[in-house]
Structure formats: C-alpha cells, structure tokens
C-alpha cells in the first residue's frame, strides 16, 4: 500500500513525459551500464511503466513486458518486470516494494498471467525471493533477444496463483499480439 504522500503514475510508452523519460534514461545508464531501458532490456514491448512520484520528484520506476511462454507443448502468457531503479540516495525506503507491489498487481491481476518474469543481479536475488520470485529449477530459455549485459543477470520466475511447471522446460518468447514497428 503505497503512503497517502506519494503518488504512483502508470503510463505506456507513448505518454512518457520529458522528466520520465531522463530519469528512466539516467538510473538506467547508472545501474545497468550501456542498457537504455527506454529502447527495452530486449527487444519485447514495455506494456506500461510505473512511476512513484512525491510532488514533482520522481522516486522510482518500474515497467512492466507482456509475453508468451511455452511450457512443454502448452502455451501461457507471461509477463515480464523490467527496469526496477531506485535512485541510489532512496534505496531502502520502501520504494522498490511500492513499485513490485504495482508491477506485480498489473502483471498477475490485471493481465492475469500465468508466469512472470525478471533479470536480476546476483545481488538482489534474495530481495526478489522475499516477493515470491525465485531462480528456476528447471531450464529457462529466451526466444527473443537480449542485450549482452542482461544475458549476464540471473532470470527469476514467479508463477500466478494455482499454476504449476512441474519440470517442463520454460521457453518465453515475445507477445506476438504486440509486435513493436520494425
Ligand atoms: C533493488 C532495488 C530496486 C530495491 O529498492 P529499495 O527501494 O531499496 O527496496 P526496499 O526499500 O523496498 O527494500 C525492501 C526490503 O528489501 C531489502 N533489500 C533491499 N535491497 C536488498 C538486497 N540487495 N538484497 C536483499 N535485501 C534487500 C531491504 O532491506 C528491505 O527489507 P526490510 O523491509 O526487511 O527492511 C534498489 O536497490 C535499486 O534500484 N537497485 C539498483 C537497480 C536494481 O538492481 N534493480 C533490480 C533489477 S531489475
């Protein structure tokens, strides 16, 4: 529940402000390197990104992928959460939480997937196991693309309510029904 002070913004791509829009750009370049998380961590499609906002400061940014997954021969939507930055003088706030609590909401109640997905540094995979996210047992493969410095981060999954992969390989593809311009 994110205190009565603060505001979340949730916008697709095409309503980014000029202010989301650099703060996305620089917490990203600083955390993530060369990734620009406005030209997407892969090549899927953000769905809508979320910003938490106190007055005209922006705290935090997440966004939100739509996604097609593949278990064994049965196909399940998935979704991905992308692009987690926390300005580094807030960390530990709480900020991240509100922003996983939204992205989470979208990804698994109002797009109802079945699994969601995320890239994460060695670092902060025990802050993503204490949401329910955890490191797969079973393999993992990607048909889309992905940025060479995301390729070395650790995938994490988190399965919808009643959903079970029992020890089908999972293979995530991109949404076909969202297929960005080429
Ligand atoms: C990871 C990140 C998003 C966390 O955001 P945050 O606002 O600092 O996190 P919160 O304040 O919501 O943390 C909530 C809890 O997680 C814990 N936590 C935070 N970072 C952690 C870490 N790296 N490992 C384990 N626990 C961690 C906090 O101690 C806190 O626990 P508590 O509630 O018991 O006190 C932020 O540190 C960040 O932007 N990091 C750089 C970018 C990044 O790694 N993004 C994620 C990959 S996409």
């Known amino acids: 529940m994110v205190p009565d002070e603060f505001d979340l913004d949730v916008v697709s791509d095409d309503m980014l402000t000029t202010d989301q829009h650099d703060f996305v750009a620089h917490w990203s370049r600083f955390y993530f390197g060369e ?7 892969t090549d899927a499609p953000v769905f809508r990104r979320a910003f938490l906002r106190l007055g005209t400061e922006i705290l935090g940014h997440v966004a939100t992928v739509k996604l097609n997954a593949d278990v064994g021969l049965q196909s399940i939507s998935a979704g991905g959460i992308d692009g987690l930055v926390i300005p580094l003088a ?3 706030r709480g ?3 509100y922003l996983m609590d939204k992205a989470e909401d979208i990804l698994f109640q109002e797009l109802g997937v079945k699994v ?4 994460c540094f060695p670092e902060t995979v025990q802050y993503f196991a204490a949401r ?4 797969p047992q079973q393999p993992v493969s990607f048909l889309f693309r992905l940025k060479p410095p ?7 999954v988190r399965f919808g309510a009643g959903v079970s992969l029992n020890s089908f390989p999972l293979h995530v593809r ?3 029904a969202l297929e960005p311009d080429m």
Do not use: K
């Open 90 to 92: 807030l960390v530990g």
């Open 116 to 119: 969601g997905l995320l890239f």
């Open 174 to 176: 991109r949404s076909e």
């Open 132 to 135: 329910q996210w955890h490191v």
């Open 95 to 97: 900020f991240g939480g």
């Open 35 to 41: 990734i620009d998380a406005l030209s997407r961590n």
């Open 150 to 156: 995301l390729s070395e981060m650790e995938p994490m």
